[in-house]
């Protein structure tokens, strides 16, 4: 309710924005027109011979005129436009739910866009910067790095759609994704997915498919001989 009552009141305004801002723009602009056509009669060779004829008859035309051209001046379409939004807000707010003005709301949620696209911008730039350059993914046992999985793959960038529980195919074998962690390995930051295989037969909601070598695929817990360099 106090919506309505504050989108009511709004409307209200904005008519009465619009109506006295489009009278004093009328009458400023109807005394500029007048003005020129009066210099304009009075300069024309013909007209002390026309008299008043003329003159009156070229005013009330051009007076008429006046009126269409006053709104499609840039005062005049702002005016119609606050009267006649505002009319129609006010409407709609009496009988029903009350709403913004169309084009303050559409640039308003176009500035929200923009702002949003801008944050997202800076904060990936951001941990690129920390990522380091992309670069192949790299497949170490789980033992190598202190994680109680099969394997881990340690990615330069985080991997859409890659949440906890998704489960990973590769060569006919089938791997969940444990707790994902982030870690700095020789300077630049990693996404660690822990992949456990999976030798239960759930339902599978999400799945990837992924490569990983036969080597890893031979025999998932066999200590490996180096750590990834994290490059």
Known sequence: MDATRSALASS??????????????????????AAAINDAVLASPGAASAGDELSTLTLQGMSTLSVVAFFL???????????????????????????????LTAI???AHRLGRRSSATRRRRSREALEGPAVPDQIARGAQLGIDADLVIVCARRKTGWDRGT??????QW????????????????TLYPLNEVKDHAVFRRQVEYEIPARFLESSTRPAAQPPDGR
Not at 17 to 24: N, R, T
Not at 73 to 90: D, E, F, M, N, W
Not at 167 to 172: A, F, G, K, L, T
Request: proline share 3%; hydrophobic share 45%.
């Open 73 to 103: 001046t840039p005062t005049g379409l702002i005016t119609a436009y606050l009267t006649l939004s505002g009319l129609a807000r006010s409407v709609s707010a009496a009988i029903a739910e009350g709403y913004g003005d169309p084009v």
């Open 167 to 172: 489960i990973v195919h590769s060569r006919e």
């Open 12 to 33: 209200v305004l904005t008519v009465f924005a619009g109506g006295m801002g489009g009278i004093a723009g009328f009458v400023t602009f109807a005394q500029r027109q």
């Open 108 to 110: 308003d949620a176009a």
């Open 175 to 190: 791997y969940r994704v444990g707790a994902i962690e982030e870690r700095t390995i020789r300077g630049v930051l990693r």
